[in-house]
């Protein structure tokens, strides 16, 4: 499949990305010690929602458009809200919804000053785009290399603590073969990070795959690693549809994050859901 971000900007997928994204990093917030994010398929960084890829589509509309104006319970509204704050903060005119921020803005959001981010991006336009976002920023580099490279380029980090964001187009037939090679190298070096992985739910074939190389990978650390498997559907998915249900893995998720996401997701099937209420599963990989 293609999915170039720019068409895709702040859809479902993006929504449920974005949020485990935030509560990872809060969660890493919460050690005064410093932490480097590395987006390893970083994209523009910023997206114009008036411009003519995202109105293409207008995902966005059943997107973020819609939890923005969603109303959440007492115990969700907390957990939702400082994501919903770091989109507001990129769309001040009158709170009318203009723009949306790629994950390397939405991470730069929550750096403290001893923390780091590392974005790769080779496609020209996005990476002319994203340095021009991040300009003058000490704290983020954007790196000119491939995000395959990457990986095992600069893991581990010197800080010792973060999150990898692997977070390819799926351009390419074999992506999800190259995710799961590029995952356990990677976590080779560095089995005491954080993985934040996202495919989208076509093929229950591949994305199995995918979940079982992911587990067999933390299943042969010492001590193994831990691994949460999410899945999210605004709609049944169909072979030749446009894409209906997303996953994510998280690789030594915080402990927290669970029970986090299990009061999230129930308030988000409604709002997101297409023809319906959505639906999501839950469950851990590994020992």
Request: glycine content about 10%.
């Amino acid at each position: 499949m293609n999915y170039r971000h720019a068409f895709h900007a702040g859809n479902f997928a993006d929504v449920i990305k974005h949020i485990v994204l935030v509560r990872i990093l809060l969660y890493l917030q919460e050690k005064d010690a410093a932490f480097r994010v590395i987006d390893t398929h970083a994209g523009a960084g910023i997206y114009d929602l008036a411009g003519e890829e995202a109105q293409r589509g207008g995902e966005w509309l059943t997107g973020i458009a819609r939890i923005l104006q969603a109303r959440f319970s007492e115990s969700a509204l907390p957990l939702i809200t400082p994501y919903l704050d770091i989109v507001r903060s990129f769309n001040p005119m009158g709170g009318q919804l203009a723009a949306y921020p790629g994950s390397p803005l939405i991470a730069r959001a929550l750096l403290r000053p001893q923390d780091r981010l590392t974005a790769c991006e080779v496609e020209p336009g996005a990476r002319k785009a994203l340095i021009e976002a991040l300009r003058r920023d000490t704290q983020a580099r954007v790196v000119d290399l491939d995000g395959w490279m990457a990986l095992p380029a600069f893991v581990p980090p010197k800080e010792r603590r973060g999150l990898v964001l692997i977070d390819p187009p799926y351009e390419q037939k074999d992506e999800f073969e190259r995710v799961a090679e590029g995952f356990t190298g990677a976590f080779a070096k560095w089995p005491t990070g954080s993985y934040l992985l996202w495919y989208p739910a076509k093929s229950r074939r591949a994305t199995d795959e995918l979940a079982r190389r992911v587990a067999q990978a933390i299943a042969g650390a010492r001590p193994p690693g831990k691994c949460l498997r999410l899945e999210f559907s605004v709609a049944p998915q169909t072979s030749d549809g446009s894409l209906t249900s997303t996953g994510l893995l998280v690789v030594n998720p915080p402990w927290t994050l669970a029970g986090e996401l299990k009061t999230i997701l129930t308030e988000l099937e409604k709002p997101l859901g297409q023809g319906g209420a959505g639906r999501f599963r839950l469950e851990s990989l590994g020992p």
